[in-house]
């Protein structure tokens, strides 16, 4: 069984409004990032008993934490990170959720690539290590820009894969980093444990899951073959909402969607994918 999820923000930053949506698309399980006006690593612990109380009535569960851990300089103080994952691990017994989305860095100061490259893993050892004493999950995302951006990089950091430390394969971010996205998936298909699905085309114009460039659904006909299974979370990107905004997306805007609401193309986004996993006879959660 594969876990369909979405960030619900780009539909509609209130918690009133990611109900809504997730609500509407058929969705039971969300991926939190921003929400009534806190990212997820800053969070309230009293709004977050709030949050939880009004999606238990919805009958919604949060699926992992859509953090930016990560998404600083390499040359950044650590410490920042640290103590954004041990607030995480607050809210895991509150929102029920101990999975953590997390980055591998940036290069803004362009040191040299061997010493980025032992910076980072040295960064996402002491990720993984504090995750563990803190019953935590990270979840590696591959990003523009980051340490983990290439394949040939994620491979690397794929050594560091075990019960506390996970890989999301995200189709897009590899196509715009101008990657073979189904030659990168060959490499990469034993050691991922969840999807991002975005896509865009080559024109990095974001579009509905499967419209673009990104290889999606050869790659989820391949994962299907293998006997995968895993979490898949939706993440649109078709408008540059707010909270679209706030993650410093890559892509230009794509016009066709430009004009629709963040909630209606949020929507059309989650049908798309449920469409695509419904002709390849996946069936989810």
């Known amino acids: 069984m594969w876990i369909l999820s979405a960030f619900t923000d780009e539909a509609n930053l209130s918690c009133e409004g990611q109900i809504t949506a997730a609500t509407r698309a058929g969705l039971s399980h969300i991926d939190i990032r921003n929400i009534d006006g806190f990212n997820i690593t800053v969070l309230p612990l009293d709004k977050a008993k ?15 934490f859509g953090s930016p851990i990560g998404k600083i300089d390499i040359l950044d103080d650590i410490q920042v990170d640290i103590e954004k994952l041990h607030h995480l691990a607050t809210l895991a017994p509150i929102l029920d959720c101990y999975a953590v989305r997390i980055f591998s860095y940036y290069n803004k100061k362009e040191i040299p690539h ?3 490259h032992k910076k980072s893993l040295a960064n996402l050892i002491r990720l993984r290590d504090e995750a563990e004493k803190l019953s935590l999950v990270l979840y590696h995302e591959n990003e523009r820009r980051i340490y983990g951006d290439l394949g040939a990089n994620v491979k690397e950091i794929a050594e560091l894969r075990g019960e506390n430390f996970k890989l999301i394969f995200d189709f897009d971010n590899y196509q715009q980093s101008n990657e073979d996205v189904y030659a990168v998936w060959c490499r990469l298909a034993e050691l991922t444990d969840s999807f991002h699905l975005k896509d865009s085309t080559l024109e990095n114009m974001h579009v509905p899951v499967g419209l673009g460039n990104a290889q999606i659904e050869k790659i989820l006909r391949d994962a299907v073959a293998r006997n995968w299974s895993g979490s898949l979370t939706v993440e649109p990107h078709l408008t540059h909402s707010g909270a679209v905004a706030l993650t410093g997306p890559s892509g230009i805007t794509n016009e066709t969607y430009a004009n629709m609401s963040s909630m209606d193309s949020f929507h059309l986004a989650v049908e798309t994918a449920k469409k695509l996993l419904n002709e390849i006879g996946v069936k989810w959660n």
């Open 114 to 116: 061997v010493e980025w």
């Open 50 to 64: 709030i949050i939880k109380n009004k999606f238990d009535k919805a009958r919604i569960s949060v699926q992992m």
